[in-house]
């Protein structure tokens, strides 16, 4: 039933982050600015983009995109019948995707075409945060006819142009500024997350916290990568490079996640099969990441297609660990499940978008971001949990050992120092020493009357009281059999005849009348010569005080003894 409950919780929270994209009509512009109606032409060679600009007709509006293969195209946009003037700016806004090169050609209702072309970097110094291209339109009186985009060597895995958007320049800014706030919240959660586990790693040393800072660092890289950041950051980089370095990290990112999952969980939960599993799927994520990184520019949709397929494997390891976590009892199933449920089900979705099985919009493909930020979020929640869990165990294990001692220490019956607790804590005592030895009279009397239940009954009441009567830094102590011993300091010097008063005051069971005698002596105890000397003295007081009738006290001094 839990299990149930929690899967439904984590294919929710998946399903709200990955479906805002689906829900709401967001593209690559946060829903700012119009979408531009476009059709597509190949590029047979030798065409002409004034003759074609003015020719709308010849383009082909109704095949999906990714139908026509890899290759270089013609896209016009519909009529547009806006001007970008001063104080009015207007911006194409399209979606970063796979290709050599691009050219704008735009054509205003004066006649006149302005172009506008991409250098050996791509589409790089348009590029602005979330992965957009972005370009401005030249400004003139004359209103915008159409556009006309020449894409060069477009692999066409996704489409030729996506998310394409016509925008002002106050859309344009309120875009940024709001992309801006979004990747900056996401950097600041990875990097504080780093930054707060590198130190637990630091303090407690769980392999678990540096394969989780692993992990942080390579989801703050992706998201540096993917947002277009690096982008600013490195104005020379090949756009198309940007995205080689985008797969490596995902591929890194998604591998880390399955090794920091693999030292966390308990060992239960990935003997056998699974355990071997999440390694191999761990190093063909990171495999395939390398492969895309290294051999895109001569085959870009076969690598595509094998990255896209190995992070299906994904699922394939979540299921049977959440699996045998709930078997196990895992106390960490339920934040797996929910930190897991949205990533899982995000690239799920991506892959259905990858196949052109769903449309692609600009939240679904930013979904990774999203869902890998909970799932980071959920794994450091996950980590504190772990480490109260163990804090707990520790405290437990103090406990444990603090009440073995005690039992080791004490007397079971009396709740006393035993006599080799008191004898390790007398001895090596620092000053003149006071110890007095009593003694209960007639114990096997007590022991007749009232049985052995009621005779240890008596040892409880007779220790208790004298560990009432004892002031602070005093030693109490059963002997043995009905022998207590009672250490204090001599300037915390213990009245015998006092003690003897409470002794007497001591209701006993069935109020039967228990007396007691003190033997006592003073002297150092620096070691077991001084104890023994001590001890003879204190004996030969007790012995004394029962030859004269019991129930009374007597001292010697050491000399004596």
């Known amino acids: 039933m839990l299990a149930l409950r929690l899967l439904r919780l984590s294919v929710l929270v998946g399903a709200l982050i990955a479906l805002l994209g689906i829900a709401v009509p967001a593209n690559a512009q946060g829903n700012v600015g119009r979408a531009l109606d476009i059709c597509v032409l190949r590029d047979t060679g030798g065409m002409n983009p004034a003759e074609l600009i003015q020719h709308p007709e010849r383009f082909d509006c109704t095949t999906r995109q990714y139908k026509l ?30 290709q050599q090169g691009m050219a704008m050609h735009t054509l205003y209702a004066d006649g006149r075409m302005f172009s506008q072309r991409t250098d050996a970097r791509g589409i790089t110094p348009w590029i602005q945060l979330g992965a957009v291209g972005e370009i401005q339109i030249e400004r003139r009186e004359a209103k915008v006819v159409r556009l006309l985009w020449h894409v060069e060597g477009s692999a066409n895995m996704r489409g030729i142009m996506l998310g394409t958007r016509l925008v002002t320049g106050t859309e344009s800014q309120r875009a940024t500024i709001a992309l801006t706030a979004l990747y900056a919240g996401f950097g600041g959660l990875c990097l504080g997350l780093l930054v707060y586990n590198l130190a637990l790693w630091g303090a407690l040393r769980h392999r678990f916290q540096l394969y989780y800072c692993v992990m942080a660092l390579g989801l703050l890289g992706y998201v540096f990568s993917s947002s277009g950041a690096l982008a600013w950051a490195f104005p020379d980089i090949v756009n198309n490079d940007r995205l080689r370095l985008n797969y490596l990290l995902l591929g890194f990112t998604g591998a880390s996640a399955l090794i920091f999952a693999r030292s966390f969980f308990e060992e239960a939960v990935f003997t056998g ?102 799932e980071a979020l959920m794994s450091s929640l996950a980590i504190a949990y772990r480490i109260k869990l163990l804090r ?66 008596v040892l409880r009441l007779f220790a208790r009281t004298l560990r009432h009567a004892a002031p602070a830094g005093t030693l109490v102590a059963r002997m043995g059999g009905e022998e ?16 003897l008063a409470r002794l007497r005051a001591t209701r006993m069971p069935f109020d039967l009348k228990v007396t007691a005698s003190i033997g006592g002596c003073t002297g150092p105890l620096t070691g077991d010569i001084d104890w023994k000397t001590l001890y003879r003295g204190a004996d030969i007081a007790l012995f004394e005080a029962k030859s004269a009738g019991r129930d009374r006290a007597r001292s010697a001094h050491r000399e004596a003894a």
């Open 69 to 98: 293969g890899p290759g270089s195209f013609w896209v016009i946009s519909g009529d547009i019948d806006q001007s970008s003037r001063p104080g009015a700016r207007l911006f194409a806004r399209f979606a970063s995707l796979w």
């Open 273 to 374: 099969w699974l355990g071997r599993f999440v390694y191999v799927v761990a190093g063909a994520l990171l495999g395939v990441g390398l492969l895309v990184f290294c051999f895109a520019p001569l085959n870009v949709q076969i690598v595509d297609a094998a990255f896209t397929t190995t992070f299906l494997l994904l699922g394939a390891v979540v299921g049977p660990t959440l699996w045998r976590a709930w078997q196990v009892r895992s106390n960490y199933l339920w934040l797996f499940a929910i930190g897991w449920g949205a990533p899982i089900l995000t690239s799920l979705l991506r892959t259905l978008a990858n196949f052109h099985l769903i449309e692609w919009n600009f939240w679904l493909d930013n979904s990774t971001l999203l869902s890998m930020a909970l």
């Open 392 to 457: 707990d165990e520790r405290d437990d294990a103090i406990a444990s050992e603090v009440m073995a001692r005690r039992l080791a220490d004490t007397d079971p019956l009396t709740g006393l120092l035993n006599r080799r607790a008191f004898l390790a804590q007398a001895i090596g005592r620092p000053g003149e020493q006071q110890l007095l030895i009593a003694d209960i009279d007639h114990f096997k009397r007590v022991n007749e009357t009232l049985g052995h239940d009621g005779g240890d009954e």
């Open 484 to 499: 207590f011993a009672i250490l204090s300091s001599v300037d915390a010097r213990i009245e015998p005849e006092q003690l």
